[in-house]
């Protein structure tokens, strides 16, 4: 590593220029292994939690070589230790009068830079690992925003898939009855994730309201009538777009005329699909947990009606669109990845992009993965993707535009006004574009190549450790 002397402290680090200098030699791989065998007999079992961690420290131990204060406050030791580990009892009752039990959480990560902010995920598959991969990734996701939050997420292991609105609501209402506790505007701001929508947001803000008997901000993706912003539900999927879009002019390339495969169809992927149909892409594909819709000759605005009707009103499943437009296939139980693309955007859920996914898109033609969902790609499909010098961003970088539109719902709401979509979508595209330059900025290798991982994960790691530094050990 060649680093000045005068660079080594906190004051000179501060406002460093950071490049590619940093590089990982056998000392630093051999800090990365004993970090990582310290972590994964702490957290037995945990493999989210280490993936997402793994990722982080390879980019920033460089960094940590470099600056022996990182070492001394022990920086990296305290940002994976969550402040705070919240789990509960949520008892519910059924329509058949049958008493049912889920586990409750929130991770409170890290509050280095603002209050906690994260969301709140519904799904059978949540367990503790989970929980605490997703706030630690936000934690740096929110250091990108520019804006002044911390980390957290929370969920539980219940499905909304199948329930009905009354016993939706009642575990909502049993849930926040525990969180409300542990929340609120100042302190710690959810939102929504996947299974939790406008329904979810509504019921647990009722809840709230009435528990504590105050209307703040405390809950964003709220409705329109009472408090949400104009643009948060489209801000994940147009801002990975607004992204992809910065991405692909660093090689002269837009999305007009190209072919996208995006999975998942919940609120990423459906506001993902809408934009790169709006910017000229053709969008080919759609998927849920049971399996994808591949139309050959693209989504339409009429299409996407069709969508929007079919899983945010009806609540119905992704094989019903071949019915409606028999033009399309429907391919059971597999991912879209198989299909001929130039951009892939992910936008399910964690590790939905194998090796051998990988493999399938360099090979068909793919040069553009930009992640809507977090961490959707595995360790080796991220080595694939980088090996091939394609561009490729992680989600903590490019769907980072949902958390950012709820920090301004969090501003509206203490202003007590409502911005116009206009000026939110304005907003959202500088943001987009500042955590583009923040990847340059610290991604841009030696060769040109950008990689987005090590500049997503040094621009948010060295925000929120030298906030920690600032403010003591606590
Ligand atoms: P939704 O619940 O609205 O949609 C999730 C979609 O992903 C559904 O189509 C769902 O299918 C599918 N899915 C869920 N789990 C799996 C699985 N195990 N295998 C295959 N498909 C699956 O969630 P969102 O759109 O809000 O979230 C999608 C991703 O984006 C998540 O990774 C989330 O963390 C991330 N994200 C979301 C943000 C937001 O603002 N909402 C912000 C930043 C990131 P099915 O109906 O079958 O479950």
Known sequence: MRISKKSTNFAAAKNVELNSQFIMDKQTQMYVDAFMADLIKKNPGEQEFHQAVREVVESVAPMIMAYPYLREQKIMERIVEPERVIMFRVPWMDDQGEVQINRGYRVQMNSAIGPYKGGIRFHASVNLSIMKFLAFEQTFKNALTTLPMGGAKGGSDFSPRGKSDAEVMRFCQSFMTELQRHIGADTDVPAGDIGVGGREIGY???????????????????????????????ATGYGACYFAEAMLATRGESFEGKKVCISGAGNVAQFAAQKAMRLGAKVLTLSDSDGFIYDPEGLTEEKMAYVFELKNVRRGRIKEYVTKYPQAQYFAGERPWKIACDIAMPCATQNEIEKADAENLIKNGCFC??????MPSTPEAIAVFQGAKILYSPGKASNAGGVATSGL??????????????EVDARLRTIMADIHAACLKYGTEEDGYINYVKGANIAGFMKVANSMVEQGLV
């Open 204 to 234: 647990m803000f009722g809840q709230y309201k009435r528990l504590r008997d105050e209307f703040t901000g405390t809950l964003t993706g709220k409705g329109q009538l009472w408090g949400g912003s104009l643009m948060r539900p489209e």
């Open 409 to 422: 719902e969090m501003t509206q709401n203490s202003m007590r006004l409502k911005w116009t979509a206009e």
């Open 369 to 374: 993965v930009t992640e809507g969902a977090n």
